[in-house]
């Protein structure tokens, strides 16, 4: 018979549990249905891996950060009937130059005034809540969060919370959440991460696009794919670069920030349920070395599928397409888009380059009036060439021609006395008569740029009108391409693309077609642009390289301070050609008005 002590002891044993025996053995059921739906996930089409597909199963033992966290309510892990946003994922974090940057899993309407980020500070184990900076959609149905750089000495895991009532109140933070704090990932910092990641999907290509920072592949020049390769994972990868389970596949392509790989087979069979998979890149090491592959990227990038236009014979697409990426532009949008859907663009993909204006709603006004605008948030800094990569593999599902130009380049088509004038749609027709061409996939245009033109302050009736003098020579080119023949790299820059093999590019002679660019505008708008360049490859107005280059202003030094005499400043030649061609087609004959120059409604 047991003594009274040992009958206590076992007792004991029976109530006592360490904290945190019910978290691990909640994780502990999590990864064992990971790993249950993942073998389901790969097998479901009953046949092998793909070739040039590895397997490689990674259980991660040194983070606790499987399980989703929901900070909501008062600050703890459980979701609370009072708070607005329920329930808040965090797909992904990245350090931005400027601010952090969350991936969220739900759709939020702004303005979120009842949003706060979450810092922690994990050596005093204190909170601090700073509100939201903006938010902004996301990939359809997820959401960009853009807080504050976290303060000196707190984890950049931050998290998001809303407030009850729009109180701020208090919060409190479980023993469990602390351990989360301390395991997770490594949040990346914006030069060196995986950013996007696109299925390429159609008759003749069955790929992945990924858009990567930290690459350093030299610009303009296509890379030696074979030291690439992709990982798939159903989780993030972690502080040391490991995913829950993980699937490699080869680079086929590579060039500047992308990397074409190939899919695994289970994704390729079920291109539906991809879109939750995690996606890297690493650089192979030396086949003969077992394990020498360099460690992956980190990624904040899940598989995509842009084509929502699947099946789409090419007669049914529109003729001609133009894509753009700005920021803050919107009171120059409405000219640039009612002017070139005059000349025939169909189609139009905006990608919002962290833009804090009106554009929203300018669009919105626009489409209204069946403009078939499609705003994109690209909150990437200085990735022109990538955005532009990224909006070819979108358009080509929808466009036989797409034009890749920005919204203060118009183009025009001169024409001396006697000749016919350019009618309505005269742009599509121009580049319909190559669409069938077994040559040409591109058609280049020549620009003149324009000054000041004596002004100093923005025209009210646009810059087609308001801007007159500019520089003799041409400077440069602007393309129109057929997105369904460009290279598997998708190099460009930013003027033009590389073209699949056996086609080439039209050159337009000045006299046929020419492009306006409105590049030096007076000085309130054009020292906008020292805040940030948008080309990957060009240097930032106030950093002190290339000052030769013709990417900057000659003469214009590296702060935004106006030079003498600004607004006499690249006039060389009085051209009045696209201004007398807008007044004559475009303004009301009673009022003298232009249709930019006030609301559509």
């Not at 991660?60 to 808040?88: C, I």
């Not at 390429?200 to 690439?228: C, I, S, Y």
Request: with cysteine.
């Amino acid at each position: 018979m047991d003594s009274p002590q040992r009958r206590k002891r076992k007792q004991q044993a029976r109530i006592y549990k360490p904290p945190y025996a019910k978290f691990l053995s909640v994780r502990s059921l999590t990864v064992c249905l990971s790993f249950f739906v993942f073998v389901l996930f790969i097998s479901s089409d009953r046949l092998p891996i793909h070739k040039g597909v590895s397997f490689r199963p990674v259980l991660r033992t040194s983070t606790l950060s499987l399980l989703p966290v929901f900070l909501t309510g008062n600050g703890g892990a459980h979701a609370t009937s009072k708070s607005q946003y329920p329930r808040l994922v965090v797909e992904g974090r990245v350090l931005m130059p400027d601010h952090l940057m969350l991936i969220v899993s739900t759709k939020l309407t702004p303005p979120v005034d009842n949003l706060d980020c979450v810092y922690y500070d994990l050596v005093l184990e204190q909170v601090v809540l700073k509100p939201v900076l903006s938010v902004d959609e996301y990939h359809q149905f997820k959401s960009i969060v853009r807080c504050h750089l976290p303060p000196l000495n707190f984890s950049a895991s931050v998290n998001l919370r809303g407030r009850q009532r729009g109180r701020l109140g208090n919060v409190v933070v479980e023993r469990r959440d602390w351990l989360l704090r301390l395991n997770q990932s490594v949040v990346p910092s914006w030069d060196r991460v995986v950013y996007e990641a696109v299925l390429d999907w159609n008759a003749h290509t069955r790929n992945v696009v990924v858009f990567a920072k930290g690459l350093n592949l030299k610009p303009h020049r296509e890379a030696d794919a074979r030291k690439f390769r992709c990982h798939f994972s159903l989780t993030d990868f972690d502080q040391h670069h490991r995913g829950l389970f993980v699937l490699t596949t080869q680079a086929i392509a590579a060039a500047q920030e992308t990397v074409r790989c190939l899919l695994p087979r289970s994704i390729l069979n079920n291109p539906d349920k991809a879109k939750d998979i995690r996606v890297t890149v690493g650089r192979r090491g030396d086949g003969n070395v077992e394990g020498a592959d360099d460690a992956p990227l980190p990624s904040i990038a899940k598989l995509q599928n842009v084509n929502s236009h699947q099946g789409k014979s090419n007669t049914g697409k529109y003729e001609l397409c133009a894509c753009t990426m700005l920021w803050n532009q919107a009171s120059f949008l409405r000219e640039w888009i009612i002017y070139h859907a005059w000349l025939g663009i169909e189609r139009w993909f905006i990608y919002d380059n962290n833009s804090d204006d009106e554009l929203q709603e300018v669009i919105d006004e626009l489409n209204l009036h069946d403009y078939n605008i499609t705003r994109h948030a690209w909150p990437w800094v200085k990735t022109q060439e990538a955005g532009f990569s990224h909006c070819a593999l979108r358009a080509k599902h929808e466009c036989k021609w797409l034009g890749l130009f920005d919204v203060d380049e118009f183009f025009y088509f001169p024409h001396d006395r006697g000749q016919d004038i350019p009618g309505p749609n005269s742009l599509r027709a121009l580049v319909m008569n190559y669409t069938d061409s077994p040559t040409y996939a591109e058609i280049r245009t020549v620009c003149h740029s324009y000054g000041p033109s004596g002004l100093t302050s923005s025209p009210t009736q646009g810059v087609t009108v308001g801007y007159t003098c500019r520089l003799e020579a041409p400077e440069r080119h602007k393309s129109i391409v057929r997105p369904e023949l460009l290279h598997t790299t998708l190099l460009n820059a930013v003027h033009h693309f590389r073209l699949q093999d056996g086609y080439r590019y039209l050159d337009l002679p000045e006299s046929k077609a020419i492009v306006n660019h409105y590049k030096y505008q007076a000085w309130d708008t054009f020292k906008a642009k020292f805040f940030r360049r948008v080309s990957t490859y060009v240097t930032n107005w106030q950093d002190d390289q290339n000052k030769g280059s013709k990417d900057r202003a000659p003469g214009l030094g590296t702060e935004a301070i106006e030079p003498h005499n600004w607004r006499l400043q690249f006039c060389e030649v009085w051209d009045t050609g696209l201004k007398d061609f807008v007044m004559a087609n475009f303004a009301d004959s009673a009022s003298g008005f232009l249709p930019w120059e006030r609301s559509l409604a």
